[in-house]
């Protein structure tokens, strides 16, 4: 287990808290069901607008280099979206094996169409795959969503479902500034906790994964 940025080649953006921190409760709710507002809707409201833009490449290089990723690998991306990575993971590596998890109809639906098979619907606490089904399993800013008793479950799950590799991104703080930044701009996550809390987190569930923190 080590903290490594593997995602330090993904575009960095100036994220306008101002704006998000005056999202109505309207918004809010809207938000939490992770449709069409979430993801195609307002900034207020979540991503803004989710579409491909080709900046997930060399992220996935980046993780076919760490981990020794091949054609013959298996990936499974929990919180896949509209599957932007994982189109990019067969692009790279023709023939891989890929599959995606989602709790959104909406980006399943509207998902790439050369993952579309490869997704399903369901919950991060719940993953339908027996044991030791994937090389490397990811999960970025999506295990942060649910409250803290089922943040221990998904990451128990994670750990269940591969048989080598596995690699998180959450929302963590180091001061009370980061904090009072983070519930600004949070509109969906219940789970925040300090760098330190989430490593002891980590301990108590077993999870030996690979992590980067989501700060703000």
Same mark, same amino acid.
């Given at each position: ?8 080649? !993904? ?54 280099? !760490? ?150």
């Amino acid at each position: 287990m080590a903290e490594i940025d593997l995602m330090d080649s !993904y575009p960095k953006t100036v994220r306008p808290i101002d704006e998000r921190s005056e999202a109505s409760q309207e918004d809010r709710i809207l938000s939490k069901r992770f449709g069409k507002e979430y993801f195609d809707g307002t900034r207020q409201q979540g991503c803004g607008g989710y579409s491909y833009d080709g900046r997930w490449k060399p992220v996935v290089a980046r993780f076919i280099e !760490y981990y020794g990723l091949t054609s013959s690998s298996k990936i499974l991306d929990v919180g896949c979206a509209k599957g932007f990575m994982l189109h990019d993971f067969q692009e790279a590596l023709p023939g891989v094996t890929v599959a995606g998890l989602d709790i959104s109809n909406y980006t399943l639906t509207n998902s790439m169409e050369s993952v579309r098979p490869f997704l399903s619907l369901g919950n991060c606490r719940e993953l339908p795959f027996p044991d030791d089904s994937f090389d490397l399993v990811i999960s970025i800013t999506t295990i942060h969503n649910p409250p803290l008793d089922e943040v221990k479950t998904a990451l128990m799950e994670l750990e269940r479902v591969s048989s080598a590799h596995k690699f998180i991104k959450v929302g963590a703080y180091r001061t009370e500034e980061e904090k009072a930044l983070l519930d600004r701009w949070n509109v969906v996550a219940n789970t925040f906790m300090y760098c330190h809390e989430w490593e002891e987190l980590f301990q108590e569930v077993g999870y030996t994964g690979d992590y980067v923190w989501f700060l703000p």
